[in-house]
């Protein structure tokens, strides 16, 4: 599914279950950072005018997202904790070598963020399946749909503005990078962990 290399154990959920508060609260910040990260590449790329609106209606749609999650926390009566740091994507983000040309970049840039999205996916689709909580579950099912697009724009723009079959073979070393950092995930309740 999604090109990803390992699925997530599915006892993930059953962490998560016991922390319903904090799974939230760590998602709520997944879905601002995916907005910061469209605002980012519209700072950083404003020429690229495809990718500016797209990057555009991303970020409205990822807001959009924090605000449906912020609810769920409010609605539970709850308050947004802090921000939680995301592990998983400090480490993931360590992959490719610093430095290089704008469009390399560029398509570094891309591809973390594809991949990102993969991942989340890959966890809606696992919280919608096994999760108890009936209201999550559909919120999550509908959830998934919104990530699967976002993987494959990022995907597209990413052998839109590098050479094609460079990006392909960085995407695959990626996926293969990802899946060995997920083997000592999956046993925390945070979206990535
Ligand atoms: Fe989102
Ligand atoms: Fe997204």
Not at 48 to 68: D, I, Q, W, Y
Not at 132 to 153: G, I, Q
Request: with cysteine.
């Amino acid at each position: 599914m999604l090109g990803l290399k390992l699925p997530t154990d599915p006892r993930w959920v059953n962490i998560v279950e016991k922390n319903i508060e904090e799974i939230l609260t760590d998602h709520a910040y997944c879905e601002q950072k995916a907005a910061s990260t469209a605002i980012s590449l519209i700072i950083g790329f404003p020429e690229k005018s495809e990718l500016v609106k797209e990057m555009t209606a991303l970020a409205r749609e990822e807001m959009g997202h924090f605000n449906m999650v912020h609810d769920k926390i409010i609605n539970r009566g709850w308050v947004l904790g802090r921000e939680r740091k995301d592990e998983y994507v400090i480490e993931l983000m360590k992959f490719f070598p610093k430095g290089g040309s704008r469009e390399t970049h560029l398509v570094h840039k891309l591809l973390y963020a594809a991949l990102i999205e993969a991942r989340s996916c890959e966890r809606f689709r696992l919280l919608s399946e096994e999760i108890d909580d009936e209201e999550l579950s559909e919120f999550y099912r509908n959830l998934m749909v919104s990530e699967a697009n976002h993987y494959t724009m990022f995907l597209k723009f990413a052998r839109k503005y590098g050479k094609k079959e460079e990006v392909d073979k960085k995407w695959e070393e990626l996926l293969e990078y990802e899946a060995q950092l997920m083997k000592d995930l999956g046993k925390k309740e945070t979206m990535h962990g």
